[in-house]
Each structure stands twice: as structure tokens, then as C-alpha cells.
């Protein structure tokens, strides 16, 4: 069983930065992609950023050019560091995994304020 646990949540101002991390439990090159997720309550779990196992990343427009994914394959650890936070990037950061099957993590709080 693969277990993924983010850390590094807050709550920031506006213009700040934050950076999540995610252990993972097992080798994160056993993975087909790592990513990051955002979801705000009763709304859906969207993409953020994704990094691939050759080291390929992809963003949302949203967040491009203010967050970048980046991985320790030593630690076994995706962070995502994000920076010039906005208030409406306030949300629940679910790192994702993909392998064998879709993996998530628990989920941290972000929640920029204006």
C-alpha cells in the first residue's frame, strides 16, 4: 500500500510564498507521474502541477511562472514550491501519484489571505 503524506500548509498573505512537500513510502521512480492537486470545497479536484518520471513538468495556467514541482528522488519527497501566492489560490493541495493505481494523499490547507 503506497502511502503519500503532504506537509508545509499554512496560512499566508497575499504575496508570499509556501512550499508543500510529499513523502511518498516507496520509490518515487516507480511512479508513471507525481502531482500536485488543488480542490476548494464543493468544487472539483483540479491539476496544479505534474512532473513525469523522465522529469517532464506541466502547470496550470493559472500557476504558471509562480509555482514549480520539483522532486528528491533521495528523500522520496515532491514539493511544490509556490510563490506570489493570490488569495484564490486558497484551497486543499492533495499530492497524487500514479503507479499501479491512482494514489492520493491526505490533503493540506493553503489559504492565502488578502
Known amino acids: 500500500q503506497v502511502q503519500l503524506a503532504e506537509s508545509g500548509g499554512g496560512l499566508v498573505q497575499a504575496g508570499e510564498s509556501l512550499r508543500l512537500s510529499c513523502a511518498a513510502s516507496?520509490?518515487?521512480?516507480?511512479?508513471?507521474?507525481m502531482g500536485w492537486y488543488r480542490q476548494v470545497l464543493g468544487e472539483q479536484r483540479d491539476l496544479v502541477a505534474r512532473?513525469?518520471?523522465?522529469?517532464?513538468?506541466n502547470y496550470a495556467d493559472s500557476v504558471k511562472g509562480r509555482f514549480t514541482i520539483s522532486r528528491d528522488s533521495a528523500k522520496n519527497e515532491v514539493y511544490l514550491q509556490m510563490n506570489s501566492l493570490k488569495p484564490e489560490d486558497t484551497a486543499v493541495y492533495y499530492c497524487?501519484?500514479?503507479?499501479?493505481?491512482?494514489?492520493w494523499g491526505q490533503g493540506t490547507q493553503v489559504t492565502v489571505s488578502s
Open positions: 497524487n501519484a500514479v503507479g499501479d493505481a491512482n494514489y
Open positions: 516507496k520509490n518515487i521512480f516507480s511512479f508513471t507521474a
Open positions: 512532473i513525469s518520471f523522465g522529469g517532464r513538468t
